[in-house]
């Protein structure tokens, strides 16, 4: 599975991006997805998760300003990202697993098997 994102760039505190992950392959869709990111200096968190069924799983810190959706005809998954702050600034990474669900590995890096090529966030006024 290829997986291309998209959508990351420059934006002031409060403004709001869009980021899309849009794999090659339909099982994309059945599996577990998730949206990493990596700040310089610091490792690579979960920023939210997505499984088949149920509902996503948000990291607190962006609990109430970003939201997941999947268009399963596109294989692509969306990630609407407002009331951006300066602390959101990273690069963020699509991951997708071979596996609808690995449990507590669906939060951490080792539970995925594809990942893109990462798109750079920066908030700053």
């Known amino acids: 599975v290829q997986l291309q994102a998209s959508g990351g760039g420059l934006v002031q505190p409060g403004g709001s991006l869009r980021l899309s992950c849009t794999a090659s392959e339909r099982s994309f869709n059945r599996n577990v997805m998730a949206w990493f990111r990596q700040a310089p200096g610091k490792e690579r968190e979960v920023v939210v998760m997505l499984r088949w069924s149920g509902s996503p799983y948000y990291a607190d810190f962006v609990q109430g300003r970003f939201a997941i959706s999947r268009d399963s005809d596109k294989n692509t998954v969306h990630l609407q990202m407002n009331s951006l702050k300066p602390e959101d600034t990273a690069v963020y990474y699509c991951?997708?697993?071979?596996?609808?669900?690995?449990?507590?590995?669906?939060?951490?890096?080792?539970?995925?098997?594809?990942w893109g090529q990462g798109t750079q966030v920066t908030v700053s006024s």
């Open positions: 991951a997708a697993s071979s596996r609808a669900t690995r449990g507590s590995d669906d939060y951490r890096v080792s539970g995925y098997d594809y």
